[in-house]
């Protein structure tokens, strides 16, 4: 069978086009800290530095004063010499480490000392490169350029990661959106049921002081409570009055397709969706549609149960008018603990209620 792989090829060549390599220009922008207690090789950096065009560096030759400087000035390289009194570079590369483990600022040691165990030990510590005094001005532009472009090139591409993440998420929600619109559009074309159901589960949650992620979890997925509405027919779904007890079986099928089209799905919020679409007509007292009863059904489909009631019964249908806010907040209050979940009809009942019909 033929099968036609994405073109990761092209999105990666597309990915090089946006992302250019750091021009030498942008590397002089770049914030240089030199730390080093003898000021002859501070000053002498800052002469090679300042001749190449650098224009924000910075110096210490107390290393005492490094970690206030690294923190107001926020350096993008750090030349940083070994063999210093009260505090040794080691140190100062330990300390830094470890208050900033991501986005670390790369080192460069600045050495005398030949010794491969002085260099393996600085690397240990996290130094990107050496620079051996005497210093030659060539070797330590070159060095320094190769550095600040890696270190600008990683900024950039994490910058670019954070926003087509953020692409992702937001093309990820409108797809929730419209499959939530798709499920109820035979009886609200609008999708503000779907959108209703899922603020205020989102709220009841809140107030149960239930996790952040699980609010915002289920804000997106209770609008697809109804999803398996798509599986049933007209006839029975538009019906003005009561339904046959066939028609009602047939009717009482959409959690079960709900929870069909929702599952095998590795996103938390489609899974969480999975769980009201099964669940979300349960009976506290095991009255509902599964026999299901108490804490045995999830959280979610208890939250949700009151969240539909509530937007369905205040809301006009084709098959049937609108109920007050008075009368069915008191339809809530009369079945908490037969058809609700009473620590959920308790946090309903903390809501705004005309508010939340709007
Ligand atoms: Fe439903």
């Keep these: 069978m033929l099968t036609i792989d994405p073109p990761e090829d092209a999105a990666m060549m597309q990915q090089a086009d946006i992302l250019e390599e750091p021009s030498s220009d942008v590397l002089k922008q770049g914030k240089i800290l030199i730390v080093d207690d003898m000021p002859a090789n501070v000053r002498l950096l800052e002469m090679i530095l300042e001749r190449a065009g650098y224009r924000h560096v910075r110096s210490t030759s107390d290393p005492r004063q490094v970690l206030d400087l690294y923190q107001s000035f926020k350096p993008d390289l750090l030349l940083l010499d070994l063999n210093m009194p009260y505090i040794d570079g080691f140190e100062v590369m330990r300390q830094i480490r470890a208050r900033s483990r991501e986005n670390a600022v790369p080192i460069i040691v600045l050495t005398a000392d030949a010794e491969l165990s002085t260099k393996h030990r600085a690397l240990k510590h996290g130094a990107s490169d050496f620079l051996t005094k005497p210093f030659d001005e060539t070797e330590v532009l070159l060095r320094m350029g190769n550095i600040l472009r890696t270190h600008f090139y990683s900024q ?44 205020m589960s989102g709220m009841i949650a809140q107030a149960l002081g239930l996790p952040d992620t699980f609010v915002g979890l289920i804000v997106q997925a209770a609008s697809l409570h109804d999803i398996g509405k798509i599986g049933v027919s007209d006839m029975i779904l538009l019906k003005p009055g009561r339904l046959t007890t066939e028609e009602f079986e047939t009717m009482k099928q959409h959690t079960v397709i709900g929870a069909k089209i929702l599952s095998e799905s590795s996103s938390p919020m489609l899974q969480l969706a999975e769980e009201i679409a099964l669940h979300h007509h349960e009976f506290w007292d095991g009255n509902g549609y599964s026999g299901l009863q108490g804490d045995a059904i999830p959280i979610s489909g208890r939250i949700v149960g009151v969240a539909d009631f509530f937007d369905a019964l205040t809301h006009e249908r084709p098959y049937k008018k609108a109920w007050s806010v008075e009368d069915t907040v008191r339809a809530i209050q009369e079945r908490s603990g037969t058809q609700f979940d009473p620590r959920v009809v308790e946090a309903f009942m903390s809501l705004n209620h005309t508010e939340l019909a709007e």
């Design 156 to 199: 950039l591409l994490e910058a670019k990661v954070r926003e087509r993440t953020r692409d992702l998420v937001k093309a990820q929600l409108e797809t929730f959106n419209k499959l939530a619109i798709a499920a109820d559009y035979r009886d609200d074309n609008t999708g503000h049921h779907a959108k209703r159901v899922g603020r």
